[in-house]
T-cell receptor
């Protein structure tokens, strides 16, 4: 079946540094790529998304890059803060169906 | 403002017993609705989605069923729980632009 692979299961960075989380997907029909954040024991919160008609989207400290040729997308967080520590999930799919990656546990160290 | 409510917050059930989980969205008419399951420490698996009352599409079969009896309500159920049903169940909605808003979740333990 179709997959979304999230490459880093754990990522540790120093506060103020940048963090990059990488994902790949298999379904060439995928057109929508959201990112969600989950804090321990809590639900998911939308972070940022990108659609297949663009290759870059930025929102404040967050940037998503999409390489359709390589079927790869990534989340870049600059100037990381302790409150960025959480599990980040990438996902890919279409309007109604999305497949999630396994999550990356981001630790922002003081 | 839209709010999403899930009930119950947590449930402990016996294997073989029935289950019904609920989700209600207030402040948004005709939302797209979704059910997800998350194994402890695991990723999310989309289970069902619904774009209108009375219509539910299954994404993966886990011996669960879903119904949308009202515009603002989404129900997940089974007649016989399995141990493998344990986990975190999340309901979500979107406005049609695919950005999903998740509810607080229901934590289910099957013993």
């Amino acid at each position: 079946g179709e997959k979304v692979e999230q490459h880093e299961s754990t990522l540790s960075v120093r506060e103020g540094d940048s963090a990059v989380i990488n994902c790949t997907y298999t379904d060439t029909a995928s057109s929508y790529f959201p990112w969600y954040k989950q804090e321990a024991g809590k639900s998911l919160h939308f972070v940022i998304d990108i659609r297949s008609n663009v290759d870059r989207k930025q929102s404040q400290r967050l940037t998503v890059l999409l390489d359709k040729k390589a079927k790869r997308f990534s989340l870049h967080i600059t100037a990381t803060q302790p409150e960025d520590s959480a599990i980040y999930f990438c996902a890919g799919g279409d309007a109604y169906k999305v497949i999630f990656g396994k999550g990356t546990h981001l630790h922002v160290l003081p | 403002a839209q709010t999403i409510h899930q009930w119950p917050v947590a449930e402990i059930k016996a294997v073989g017993s029935p289950l019904s989980l609920g989700c209600t969205i207030k402040g948004k008419s005709s939302p797209n609705l979704y059910w997800y399951w998350q194994a402890t420490g695991g990723t999310l698996q989309q289970l069902f989605y619904s774009i209108t009352v009375g219509q539910v599409e299954s994404v993966v079969q886990l011996n669960l069923s879903a119904s949308r009896p009202k515009d603002d309500q989404f129900i997940l159920s089974t007649e016989k729980l399995l141990l493998s049903h344990s986990g975190f169940y999340l309901c979500a909605w979107d406005r049609g632009d695919a950005e999903q808003f998740f509810g607080p979740g229901t934590r289910l333990t099957v013993l």
